[in-house]
């Protein structure tokens, strides 16, 4: 399994917020509208991103990190190896990611997902 990129997640309930600070100061690019999630960042590669929203779908809170694998059965294996609780899933989302939520050891939300 590996990571294939990591984005920052911010939660909160005003999004013309982010709209204004990271399309409109920055000139961040928005890649992906679910109403409640925006993402921000570079078109060119997609190396470039940050997140927010007003929760993390299906009724979840915003996670804090989400994580892109290669391989989301590896990733939960590792973790259930490692009796690392699942908080959510894992599920296949209506938007096109299969994902399960951890904790990390700092108590931070994370979202390990892959694109299906």
Not at 1 to 30: E, Q
Not at 75 to 96: F, K, N, T
Not at 99 to 106: L, N
Request: aromatic share 10%.
């Amino acid at each position: 399994m590996k990571v294939k990129r990591i984005m920052a997640n911010t939660a909160t309930s005003d999004l013309g917020k982010a709209a204004a600070f990271y399309g409109d100061i920055l000139g961040l690019d928005l890649l992906m509208d679910h109403g409640w999630f925006r993402t921000y960042g570079s078109d060119e590669k997609m190396t470039v991103q940050v997140s927010f929203g007003s929760e993390g779908g299906s009724g979840t809170p915003v996670p804090d990190l989400s994580i892109e694998v290669d391989d989301i059965e590896a990733a939960l294996a590792r973790c259930e190896q490692a009796s690392v609780p699942i908080e959510y899933g894992p599920a296949s989302e209506p938007w096109g990611v299969r994902r399960f939520y951890v904790r990390d050891p700092f108590g931070k939300l994370v979202n390990i997902l892959q694109h299906e």
